[in-house]
């Protein structure tokens, strides 16, 4: 029973690498997304084993192993300390400027990712708090991730994000 679980696992897994878009892509995947992908897969998938029986454990399995080994990329995929650290001080730095358009540009040559902060328009909330719009970009080995959001100088001069997908 055990070898069943496994052999759909890796099934699951291989399905998952079959999504990629190019050659290319595959390529330039590191050894951490791809440890990542297979480490969710076989935890989702061990974890899918655990609910249902007979034909129901599989698809529970299957499932398991879908969701945690995207899970799995995703989470390693994510902004190191350091590119979070980069990406906050030019954050601070772009809302705190005057100029509004203005692009504000970061990049961790250890890490490899880079991106760039511009903020779009201010306006002052009804309790007072200065706020400003902004877009930023960050680019990841396998392309460039976008988000946009809002964010308002707290009393102590710093800004505080409302919404934000890189932090």
Not at 1 to 19: A, E, N
Not at 131 to 153: M, P
Request: with cysteine; aromatic share 8%; charged share 15%.
């Amino acid at each position: 029973m055990r070898i069943y679980h496994f052999l759909s696992v890796l099934v699951c897994t291989v399905l998952l690498l079959g999504c990629t878009k190019t050659v290319e892509k595959v390529k330039s995947t590191t050894w951490a997304e791809v440890a990542g992908t297979l480490g969710g897969a076989a935890l989702g998938g061990y974890t899918g084993a655990q609910l249902g029986g007979g034909i129901a454990q599989t698809l529970f399995t299957a499932t398991g192993a879908l969701v945690g080994g995207g899970t799995g990329y995703n989470v390693i995929r994510q902004l190191g300390p350091i590119d979070l650290t980069l990406y906050e001080k030019t954050a601070q730095a772009a809302l705190t400027s005057t100029k509004t358009r203005e692009i504000h540009r970061w990049n961790n040559p250890k890490s490899g990712r880079s991106g760039m902060f511009r903020t779009i328009q201010s306006y002052q909330r009804t309790d007072g708090s200065h706020c400003r719009i902004y877009r930023s970009s960050v680019v990841f080995d396998d392309g460039v991730a976008s988000t946009g959001g809002s964010a308002c100088q707290q009393e102590n001069g710093r800004w505080l994000a409302l919404n934000d997908n890189f932090r």
